[in-house]
T-cell receptor, first 111, second 114 residues
Framework: DQQVKQNSPSLSVQEGRISILNCDYT??????FLWYKKYPAEGPTFLIS?????DKNEDGRFTVFLNKSAKHLSLHIVPSQPGDSAVYFC??????????FGTGTRLLVSP | EAQVTQNPRYLITVTGKKLTVTCSQN?????MSWYRQDPGLGLRQIYY???????DKGDVPEGYKVSRKEKRNFPLILESPSPNQTSLYFC?????????????FGNGTRLTVT
């Protein structure tokens, strides 16, 4: 049972445009969400997070939006840069419990 | 430099030959965990440890063992590896076990079992 789903395995975007990565979850008890970025031959690194008491969190070019009623979150990257090309994992936790990861979306930003 | 170090980076072995993947962190983190990454399945937790001598099963623990004798080290042991354990493995640590503390990951160990 995949509680955190990233339905798009891959996404291609041109440099300078917006990248939108989506994540859906099924467990209504999830109250904290994180995005991790992974380059080839490296481990995932933490990117940005959001608590369920918010609907938006911004950090530079990265913004995460949370729609609790739809059980959906998205990561917006504006403007996209070639260095953003990586695999992005969303993850969720419920009441301070362990993280559950999605399957990942591979983003390719072309010059 | 704060980091999680895994060794080896690459490992090819044969079915049944015991192996250990080491993991060490220098951040004095209480929480450590092992994940495996497989295509289409994302990151799945194998085992975790909330502190020294405290370990517990994750989502896919079968065929694996761990130990936590020191705070900094959390080795993953495959006593009798099988081909279905061919995967990319990541060790991770965080300040606490609570989901709000971001995980710091090692660079991974790619294991092939023939």
């Amino acid at each position: 049972d995949q509680q955190v789903k990233q339905n798009s395995p891959s996404l291609s975007v041109q440099e300078g445009r917006i990248s939108i990565l989506n994540c859906d979850y099924t467990n209504s008890m999830f109250d904290y969400f994180l995005w991790y970025k992974k380059y080839p031959a490296e481990g995932p690194t933490f990117l940005i997070s959001i608590s369920s008491i918010k609907d938006k969190n911004e950090d530079g070019r990265f913004t995460v939006f949370l729609n609790k009623s739809a059980k959906h979150l998205s990561l917006h990257i504006v403007p996209s840069q070639p260095g953003d090309s990586a695999v992005y994992f969303c993850a969720a936790s419920a009441s301070f419990q362990k993280l559950v990861f999605g399957t990942g979306t591979r983003l390719l930003v072309s010059p | 430099e704060a980091q999680v170090t895994q060794n080896p980076r690459y490992l090819i072995t044969v079915t049944g030959k015991k192996l250990t993947v080491t993991c060490s962190q220098n951040m004095n983190h209480e929480y450590m965990s092992w994940y495996r990454q497989d295509p289409g399945l994302g990151l799945r937790q194998i085992y975790y440890s909330m502190n020294v001598e405290v370990t517990d099963k994750g989502d896919v623990p079968e065929g694996y063992k761990v130990s936590r004798k020191e705070k900094r080290n959390f080795p993953l042991i495959l006593e009798s590896p099988s081909p279905n354990q061919t995967s990319l493995y990541f060790c991770a640590s965080s300040f606490s076990s609570r989901g709000r503390s971001p995980l710091h990951f090692g660079n991974g160990t790619r294991l092939t079992v023939t």
